[in-house]
């Protein structure tokens, strides 16, 4: 058993969406952690597409950081 101090907007909110939901405060509560401590445990974007990333590399690190640069200089190569 948790007890818990929530402050009274919070409390007011949880109290709403739960009569919203059909719910009791306790189940709303009880869903709320289990679906946030769920999302803490999967992996992140980067984690399942770590192994496709950069698999059809330009070469190039910096795209991301010089693609302003990157672009006048195709521009310029290609009006010459």
Known sequence: MITLRLDPKLEQAIQNTAKNL????????????????????????????????????????????NRKELLKNKIRAKRK
């Open 22 to 65: 059909g719910l009791t405060k306790s189940e709303l509560i009880r869903k709320s952690i289990s679906e946030y401590l769920g999302k803490l445990s999967q992996p992140s974007p980067w984690e399942l597409g770590e192994d496709i990333f950069g698999k059809y590399s330009s070469g190039l690190s910096n795209l991301s950081t």
